[in-house]
C-alpha cells in the first residue's frame, strides 16, 4: 500500500522514480522506524518513516504526516534532478 501512495505522490509531482523501497528498521537498530529510499536519475533521498504512520496506511486510513513526509522527500529529490 506505501508503494502506491509514493508512486501516486510520484505521479503528481511529475517525478518518474526507479525505485522506492522501505528498508525494515530493525536492521538498522530501531523498533519502530523504516528507512524509505526514493531514487531517481541517478539520485537518493533517504527519509524516516514510522510504523505506525503505514499502518494506518495500510488500514485504509488517511495519513497525513506520512504524505507530508513522502512528499517532502520527493521535493528534496526533485530539486536535486533539476540542478
Excluded: F, W
Excluded at 530501531?30 to 524516516?48: E, F, M, P
Excluded at 499502518?55 to 522527500?73: H, T, Y
Amino acid at each position: 500500500m506505501i508503494y502506491k501512495s509514493i508512486a501516486d505522490l510520484a505521479s503528481q509531482m511529475n517525478i518518474k522514480l526507479s525505485q522506492a523501497l522501505v528498508v525494515d528498521g530493525r536492521k538498522l537498530g530501531c523498533l519502530n522506524t523504516h528507512l524509505l529510499n526514493l531514487d531517481a536519475d541517478g539520485h537518493r533521498i533517504s527519509t524516516l518513516v514510522y510504523q505506525t504512520e503505514i499502518d494506518e496506511l495500510q488500514s485504509g486510513l488517511s495519513c497525513k504526516p506520512l504524505e507530508d513526509n513522502i512528499r517532502a522527500a520527493l521535493s528534496r529529490l526533485k530539486t536535486l534532478q533539476e540542478s
